[in-house]
């Protein structure tokens, strides 16, 4: 039976079960044999922990009780069972801003005016036989109207480069504008052939915002119309 250097016997070979020291000549712990101490979970192959000093043959003490909040019992959900909401969850839309919608779409009359005025292009452009409204809901602040363009990094929210394609709008025509209280305006970028409203001859002025309102149409080209609406 080894003996440490106070003179305890011990029956443990690393450490005295006695006092705790170190036996001399003690084999290195096999690693497959070690055991977390239950103290501070440092891992121990002898009777004592070489970290904190805790006595494994000790009995061990009743755990305590863990402090913090009380566990969340989680219930299971029929999906099938709809759930009403109540008075206070159900959002209000009093004071919301409008949903815009553009709708866009071929207009025999502004090409009408548009020929019979003689105005730029007006020679080159011709009516499509065919060309489906398109409505764009206006999500966002600023909505360019014009054609993309992958060489110019112009892409327009409002894109009218698709086929059948109105020759006469601008690659950059016109800009629709949020304000801060929700209403619209447009702007023409300096376009070519220029923007008019709601069936005037006259085309805004450049660079100038002017505003909308519900069931304005936006003349561009020779024969797009876009008319402005709130959704859906």
Avoid at 28 to 57: I, M, N, Q, Y
Avoid at 106 to 112: E, K, L, P
């Amino acid at each position: 039976m080894p003996v440490c250097a106070d003179g305890h016997l011990s029956q443990s070979i690393d450490y005295c079960d006695v006092c705790g020291s170190a036996l001399d000549g003690a084999p290195v712990p096999d690693p497959a044999g070690l055991r977390l101490c239950p103290s501070c979970a440092t891992p121990t192959s002898g009777r004592f922990c070489e970290v904190c000093g805790h006595d494994s043959a000790l009995p061990a003490a009743p755990s305590a009780a863990r402090s913090g909040p009380a566990p969340v019992e989680h219930r299971r959900v029929d999906p099938t069972v709809l759930r009403t909401p109540g008075p206070d969850e159900v959002p209000s839309t009093d004071g919301a801003a409008p949903v815009w919608v553009a709708r866009v779409f071929a207009d025999r009359d502004f090409y009408v005016r548009v020929q019979a005025r003689k105005g730029p292009d007006a020679e080159r452009v011709g009516f499509p036989d065919f060309y489906p409204e398109r409505r764009i809901m206006l999500h966002g602040n600023q909505f360019l109207i014009g054609k993309r363009s992958a060489s110019q990094g112009i892409v327009p929210e409002i894109d009218l480069g698709i086929a059948p394609v109105d020759i006469g709008v601008s690659r950059a025509h016109a800009m629709i504008q949020v304000d801060p209280g929700g209403g619209l305006t447009i702007t023409d970028l300096g376009s070519t052939n220029g923007t008019s409203l709601d069936g005037a001859d006259a085309s805004i002025a450049p660079q100038v915002a002017v505003a909308l309102r519900d069931g304005s149409r936006i003349h561009v080209g020779g024969w797009t119309t876009i008319a402005i609406g709130t959704g859906p």
